[in-house]
């Protein structure tokens, strides 16, 4: 069984950056395609960025640019530095891993969950 745990999230001001992290216990962490999901009060959850076991990366057009999704297997360990923060990236933010090397932006087909960091952009 897999377990993440997310960290970094927190209250900061339109323009700053924040970085979050997700340690991986429990499983082979370099096999994973790994991902960022985010979901803010009232609206569904999204996908926001995933990183695949050969490093390739895809993002939500809205934060291309301006966040960077990383992994360092040795440390079972996947961030996501995000910069120029707006209002509208005020969320939840989910680590998530999905065991298979076929990248997907499709929440369903991931298998693992954190339990979530918020984080909250003022204006």
């Known amino acids: 069984q897999v377990q993440l745990v997310e960290s970094g999230g927190g209250l900061v001001q339109a323009g700053d950056s924040l970085s979050l992290s997700c340690t991986a216990s429990?499983?082979?962490?370099?096999?994973?395609?790994m991902a960022w999901f985010r979901q803010a009060p009232g609206k569904e959850r999204e996908f926001v960025a995933l990183?695949?076991?050969?490093?390739?990366?895809y993002y939500l057009d809205s934060v291309k640019g301006r966040f960077i999704i990383s992994r360092d297997n040795g440390r079972s360990t996947l961030y996501l530095q995000m910069n120029t923060l707006k209002p509208e990236d005020t969320a939840v933010y989910y680590c998530?891993?999905?065991?298979?090397?076929?990248?997907?932006?499709?929440?369903?087909?991931?298998?693992?969950w954190g339990q979530g960091t918020q984080v909250t952009v003022t204006s």
């Open positions: 998530a891993a999905r065991d298979s090397r076929v990248e997907t932006t499709k929440e369903a087909a991931y298998d693992y």
């Open positions: 429990g499983g082979t962490f370099s096999r994973y395609v």
């Open positions: 990183i695949a076991t050969f490093d390739t990366t």
